[in-house]
């Protein structure tokens, strides 16, 4: 029977029309309602988030309104990226992330749970053009069995792998990452309908669907839990901004447009960093120390006081016996010592409080001798001169980058904050003269303090659920800023230990989990790979002794014979030319990744063969065609075809060299061309 006339394909082809209109309907009712907006502004916003995720959701022909099926006995349901209902109400579609759902992701022959059967549809540019059927009741308990014209499924890796799954997989990239809630497998699918309440630690090998998953679970989470986390948001954070733009089509993709995503350097900018810092001395900043030494910084500059104070109120003035004043103060210090961020008195609200405490008691005061003063009064005498200046000498104001600017430029003032902290090489080390505050070449981990010092001052907004990807690479005090955002939230942490690259990075999810806040979280292993196929993977693999004996290694889903090409060579220029010549005639992303120091030169050796290859940068800017990675940027980046240049020197480049040509070798999805004029590194050579 040709494929034409099959009528599976037919009655489905229809269903997929009828879900098209009905979601044609529901974009129009969605349209009318936001017309109908009582407050413009509202009106405007909602309309705007609106349109936005109808756009992405019903616009676009790439993205079909379903993608699967599940039959019990009795129902049928088809599964897509969000709900369609008929004009009657009833479901046409039923989002993948409802309860119904689960099933199409988790049944399988052993445990079938309740399904008779699954189907999963076929697309090429959003036509319905095949399905494969995977029967599931009684009977089929040893194996699924494969049916329908796209049914044929692939030995890989010792088991059968559906073989829309590989299409999937292997769909030449062009873009940004896509979606993958059409195959996402079952132990991916424990994660991403993990409850809300639970953080969760996924530790993965490369290409095992981490950062998918966690943006799934992000879908999942504001799916199930809309109205909670509307109201705290959901944030994301990733390494970089290239990154970002990598990822950030998604969420939207899957109908959120409404979370935030960010990169730590971005979540902490509150002063402009305009210099680098040497590795030793990052690692020294981001260490766990620096939190302690600025809460000593600044909690420790309160006074005493010595005297009483007069406190003028509505005409007259008050005196305050010093002994009040002492209690004033060692309460409120009190109330800041309290390590739950909640329930702590932040600094600056201190300072607050301690300015109403005084207006307080002079209003007492006046009451016992019979007058009456108004609120007004009191607030006046609480900005009093007097008070002000009061509180000036016990209590400074401070603002969190001048505090860390102290710090750094006062010897004095670190010893006594760092003191049995710090040693004196160390103390010696984070001192930088200069003169002002705005013309101070700050850091990257400089801001990160900053950050850790606004944080002291006052209370810093915290999301329902973050979202944090490579998060094996944070120091210490970047999870503390990520901490800070979480308040009562749950966290879904995303890395791999064999890819921590950064000197700061702490080596262990204990301590990173500990560091974020939620030393609970209980760490689940993903080791599957999707990427990278098995040639390649091995080969990255021989890497792993050297950086994480004690990780297992990712098994890869598919083997491609070919797709890795090893290559001594004496000059770059031809080989490098001709390799990405040829694979430039080709579909796909081309990704060519060299020591950062290396890859202009790439970058000129590819433009003067007339190829189409621009150097990619840290400024969210879209890949070229062939896209000059340096090596630093690569991390959670993918490409259908991967050139790597000088394996050599990319190890040489960093401390954590090795850890960083484990990230650059396993980014490719169809072919790794090494090209080295040098040795391999002897890790590497078989
Ligand atoms: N269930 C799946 N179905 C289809 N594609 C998948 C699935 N899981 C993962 N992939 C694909 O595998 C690739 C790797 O996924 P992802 O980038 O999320 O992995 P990762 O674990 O974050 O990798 P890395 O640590 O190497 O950056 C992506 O192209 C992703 O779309």
Redesign the pocket.
């Known amino acids: 029977m040709s494929v034409e006339a099959d009528p599976v394909l037919t009655a489905e082809r229809a269903h997929l029309a009828r879900a098209a209109d009905c979601l044609t309907e529901m974009r129009a009712a969605a349209h009318a309602v936001t017309d109908a907006g009582v407050d413009a502004w509202a009106s405007e916003r909602l309309g705007a988030a609106r349109a936005e995720r109808l756009r992405h959701l019903a616009a676009d022909p790439g993205v079909p309104p379903f993608f699967g099926r599940t039959d019990s006995g009795a129902e049928t349901f088809h599964i897509g990226r969000r709900h369609v209902r008929d004009a009657g109400g009833d479901p046409v579609v039923i989002d993948w992330r409802a309860p119904m759902s689960r099933p199409f992701y988790q049944a399988s022959a052993a445990d079938p749970q309740g399904l008779v059967r699954r189907r999963r549809f076929g697309f090429a540019g959003g036509e319905l053009t095949s399905y494969e059927d995977e029967l599931l009741g009684e009977g089929d308990q040893q194996a699924a069995s494969l049916q329908g014209p796209a049914a044929s499924s692939r030995a890989v890796g010792g088991s059968e792998v559906l073989s829309l799954?590989l299409e999937?997989?292997e769909r030449p990239r062009s873009g940004p990452?896509?979606d993958?809630v059409a195959?996402?497998?079952p132990d991916?699918d424990e994660i991403v309908r993990a409850p809300l309440t639970e953080s969760i630690c996924v530790q993965?090998a490369?290409?095992?669907?981490?950062?998918?998953?966690g943006l799934h679970r992000a879908a999942y989470l504001l799916y199930t839990h809309g109205g909670q986390l509307a109201r705290t948001g959901v944030l994301v954070v990733g390494p970089n901004r290239a990154f970002l733009r990598y990822i950030e089509q998604v969420l939207p993709t899957l109908g959120e447009v409404d979370v935030e995503q960010t990169t730590v350097r971005d979540l902490t900018a509150r002063v402009p960093v305009r210099a680098t810092d040497p590795a030793e001395l990052a690692v020294l900043k981001g260490d766990a120390r620096m939190a302690e030494v600025l809460r000593r910084a600044l909690w420790g500059g309160l006074v005493k006081p010595t005297d009483s104070i007069q406190v003028p109120l509505a005409g007259r003035k008050y005196r305050i016996p010093v002994e009040r004043l002492k209690r004033y103060v060692d309460d409120l210090r009190r109330r800041g010592q309290l390590t739950d961020d909640l329930q702590t008195l932040h600094y600056a609200a201190g300072r607050e409080r301690l300015a109403q405490s005084l207006a307080e008691d002079a209003r007492r005061q006046k009451e016992l001798a019979g007058g009456s003063p108004t609120d007004a009064e009191t607030r006046r005498a609480a900005r009093s001169p007097e008070v002000r200046a009061f509180c000036d000498e016990v209590w400074p104001a401070w603002d969190a980058d001048a505090l860390v600017f102290a710090l750094f430029t006062e010897p004095g003032r670190l010893a006594r904050a760092a003191r049995g902290l710090l040693d004196d090489d160390e103390q010696a080390a984070l001192h930088r003269p200069a003169r002002s505050v705005r013309a101070f070449p700050w850091t990257e981990a400089d801001a990160v303090l900053v950050d850790e010092a606004a944080g002291l001052l006052e209370r810093t907004p915290g999301y329902g659920h973050v979202v944090v990807d490579e998060a094996q690479d944070l120091s210490p005090m970047q999870c503390r800023a990520i901490a800070r955002r979480l308040a009562a939230g749950s966290l879904t942490v995303?890395g791999?230990l064999a890819?921590a690259t950064s000197p700061w990075s702490s080596g262990t999810w204990a301590r990173t989990l500990d560091g974020l806040g939620r030393p609970d979280t209980v760490v689940r292993p993903?080791t599957q790979g999707?990427?990278v196929p098995g040639e390649v993977l091995d080969f990255a693999n021989r890497l792993l002794p050297a950086i994480a004996p004690d990780l297992p290694p990712a098994t890869a889903l598919r083997h491609e014979p070919g797709s890795l090409t090893v290559r001594p060579v004496g000059t770059l220029a031809g080989p490098l030319q001709e390799v990405v010549g040829e694979l430039v005639a080709g579909e796909g992303s081309i990704g060519v990744v060299a020591a950062d120091g290396e890859a202009d030169e790439v970058v000129r050796l590819l433009g003067d063969a007339g190829l189409p290859a621009a150097l990619l940068r840290d400024d969210g800017e879209a890949a070229a065609r062939v896209a000059v990675v340096p090596a630093t940027l690569v991390?959670?980046l993918?490409f259908d075809a991967v050139v790597v240049v000088d394996p050599a020197a990319i190890v040489a480049a960093e401390p954590r060299g090795l850890h960083r040509l484990y990230v650059v070798l396993?980014r490719a999805?169809s072919t790794l061309v090494v090209l080295h004029r040098d040795d391999l590194p002897a890790e590497l050579a078989a």
Do not use: N, S
Request: aromatic share 4%; glycine share 14%.
């Open positions: 799954l999937e997989i990452m896509r993958i195959t996402i497998q991916q993965g490369p290409g095992t669907g981490k950062t998918a998953v995303l791999d890819q993903l999707y990427r991390k959670g993918e396993t999805v």
